[in-house]
C-alpha cells in the first residue's frame, strides 16, 4: 500500500463536488461511505484525477476549478428545440428534468428540458455543469 496519490492508483477517499458560490453539494460521501475509484479510467474526471495526484493518505484538500474545466464548455450547439409531436407521448414534460433519447444506433442521451410550451420543448444535452466553476473537495483515506 502507498502513502501518496499516483496517476493509476486505487484510491479511497470522501469527495464533494459543489458550485463555489456555495449551496448544498451535488455530489458528497462525507456523510456516508468512502468511495473507492481507479484513477486512469474514466471513474473521475481527468482534471479531478490531476488534483488528487501527489496527495498523500490523510490530507484533506479544497480546490476550485474553472468553469469548464471538470465538465466541458457549454456548447450551444448541443442545445435543440424539439416539437411536442415529436417526443414520445409517455414521457411526462416539464421544465428541469432529465429525459433520456435514444438515437438510431440505440445509443441513449439524457437531455435536460430547459423551456417548455404548447408547440416545443427546448432540450440541452451539455451536461448539467457544463460551463460552470466547481468546487472539489477531497479527503485520502487509503491508496494503493
Same mark, same amino acid.
Given at each position: 500500500?502507498?502513502?501518496?496519490?499516483?496517476?493509476?492508483?486505487?484510491?479511497?477517499?470522501?469527495?464533494?463536488?459543489?458550485?463555489?458560490?456555495?449551496?448544498? /453539494?451535488? %455530489?458528497?460521501?462525507?456523510?456516508? &461511505?468512502?468511495?473507492?475509484?481507479?484513477?486512469?479510467? *474514466?471513474?473521475?474526471? !481527468?482534471? $479531478?484525477?490531476?488534483?488528487?495526484?501527489?496527495?498523500?493518505?490523510?490530507?484533506?484538500?479544497?480546490?476550485?476549478?474553472?468553469?469548464?474545466?471538470?465538465?466541458?464548455?457549454?456548447?450551444?450547439?448541443?442545445?435543440?428545440?424539439?416539437?411536442?409531436?415529436?417526443?414520445? /407521448?409517455? %414521457?411526462?414534460?416539464?421544465?428541469? &428534468?432529465?429525459?433520456?433519447?435514444?438515437?438510431?444506433? *440505440?445509443?441513449?442521451? !439524457?437531455? $435536460?428540458?430547459?423551456?417548455?410550451?404548447?408547440?416545443?420543448?427546448?432540450?440541452?444535452?451539455?451536461?448539467?455543469?457544463?460551463?460552470?466553476?466547481?468546487?472539489?473537495?477531497?479527503?485520502?483515506?487509503?491508496?494503493?
Amino acid at each position: 500500500m502507498s502513502d501518496t496519490v499516483k496517476p493509476d492508483s486505487l484510491v479511497t477517499l470522501h469527495f464533494r463536488i459543489a458550485l463555489p458560490e456555495g449551496g448544498a /453539494a451535488l %455530489i458528497s460521501t462525507f456523510e456516508s &461511505t468512502p468511495a473507492t475509484l481507479q484513477l486512469g479510467r *474514466g471513474e473521475l474526471a !481527468p482534471a $479531478l484525477e490531476a488534483r488528487l495526484t501527489g496527495l498523500a493518505v490523510g490530507r484533506h484538500e479544497v480546490f476550485d476549478l474553472a468553469p469548464g474545466e471538470v465538465f466541458g464548455e457549454h456548447k450551444p450547439d448541443l442545445v435543440e428545440r424539439f416539437a411536442r409531436r415529436d417526443i414520445p /407521448a409517455d %414521457i411526462e414534460l416539464d421544465v428541469h &428534468t432529465v429525459i433520456e433519447f435514444t438515437d438510431n444506433d *440505440g445509443n441513449k442521451f !439524457p437531455g $435536460l428540458v430547459r423551456e417548455l410550451d404548447d408547440q416545443s420543448a427546448l432540450i440541452d444535452f451539455n451536461h448539467p455543469l457544463a460551463g460552470r466553476a466547481v468546487r472539489f473537495e477531497v479527503e485520502v483515506i487509503g491508496v494503493s
